[in-house]
């Protein structure tokens, strides 16, 4: 049994972001999240790419910006239970929760905080027969190491910003890359569309549209896949297939958990504290909603910190916590180490 002050469901910016807050209130926090690293979509879905609307960062890569939440809350000692599923939920005598995960480990907190991003992402596979077989032998729904195809055949499938976007960045990494999609015009952004035309024309990208993957061949890993092409059929020879045709996000055993749901979202009371309809447990970021809800990783990180305001009350009841800010009260990590601003150097002008 892993005992903790806040569980909290989900590894995502607004989950960890979280552990900061409550550290700052001397609340020990354990994270536990189906995803195998910390980083939710950012990490999962486009850690290369970049983000705009963060404060106080012009510009940084959606790895960088997970890199840096784990650092600021390193001090303050998380729990990790990653690879691991939110599956039951029991509440205690004393209000408190036991939490267990798909995996039979229980974990016992008196504050749930629930922070997974849109929920579980399925990838929506294409209708292909076999394909199952092939998924980690050639099949990828997801890009998390680029390297791993260095020097490789890669085929994307896709005309979003996805498809676009992963073929432009391969086109320098693959020895080569060919890029499928059932229409001729594509749906991502105007730039990364006229980038994947200058690639083409420069015989770093091979385009075929109108298009569809209909069939995978191989005996242990991809080696072929059969193609039709304007009623056409023909077989083009390849390493490694992606297809990138969105995720499907799904709520999974939390939508059991008698939570009040507003298609396929937590409802939350965003006049006070974020709370659900079962006190005790909170959801924040992208997985909650309300009136007004806009799912921005800024507008999570907000939720975050008034969530942990109100798990201090439970937690510590009748205790009343003086805010003050971190330019004046420093920041205490539960390793020992302090970090505060240099003190003001007291002398007098004669």
């Not at 910006?65 to 000692?77: A, H, N, R, S, T």
């Not at 020895?175 to 229409?183: A, K, N």
């Not at 015009?185 to 385009?207: M, P, T, W, Y």
Request: proline share 6%; with cysteine.
């Amino acid at each position: 049994m892993i005992k903790t002050d806040i569980l909290i469901i989900g590894a995502g910016p607004t989950g960890l972001f979280a552990v900061f807050e409550a550290g700052l209130l001397k609340l020990k926090c354990h994270i536990l999240d189906a995803l195998p690293q910390p980083g939710g979509q950012l990490s999962e879905l486009y850690p290369k790419k970049p983000i705009y609307d963060i404060p106080g960062f012009p510009e940084v890569l959606a790895g960088d910006l997970v890199d840096g939440l784990m650092e600021q809350i390193k001090q303050f000692e998380p729990g990790f239970t990653l690879g691991e599923r939110a599956e039951t939920i029991e509440k205690q005598e004393d209000g408190s929760f036991i939490v267990t995960s798909n995996k039979g480990k229980k974990f016992h907190a008196p504050v749930i905080a629930i922070a997974g991003g849109l929920g579980s992402f399925e990838p929506r596979k294409p209708l292909i027969e076999d394909i199952e077989f092939y998924e980690d032998k050639g099949v990828k729904y997801f890009i998390k190491n680029p390297e791993k195809f260095r020097d490789k055949r890669v085929v994307i499938a896709g005309g979003g910003d996805s498809a676009l976007d992963w073929s432009i960045f391969l086109a320098n990494v693959a020895s080569e890359v060919t890029l499928i999609h059932r229409r001729n015009e594509f749906r991502g952004a105007l730039d990364s569309v006229e980038k994947v035309q200058e690639l083409k024309s420069a015989g770093k990208i091979k385009l075929i549209t109108p298009a569809e993957v209909i069939g995978i061949h191989g005996a242990e890993h991809v080696e072929a896949l059969d193609i039709e092409e304007n009623g056409a059929h023909r077989k083009i020879e390849t390493d490694y297939f992606i297809p990138l045709f969105g995720l499907t996000p799904k709520l999974g055993p939390i939508a059991d958990w008698g939570l009040e749901i507003e298609k396929n979202a937590i409802k939350v009371n965003n006049a006070l504290d974020y709370q659900t309809n079962i006190p005790g447990i909170f959801a924040i970021g992208d997985v909650n909603t309300y009136p007004g809800k806009l799912k921005l990783i800024l507008c999570g990180f907000h939720e975050a910190t008034l969530m942990c305001q109100a798990a201090y009350q439970i937690i510590n009841p009748g205790k009343k916590y003086v805010l003050k800010y971190t330019t004046v009260s420093g920041v205490d990590g539960f390793d020992g180490t302090r970090k505060e601003a240099p003190k003001a150097v007291v002398k007098a002008i004669v």
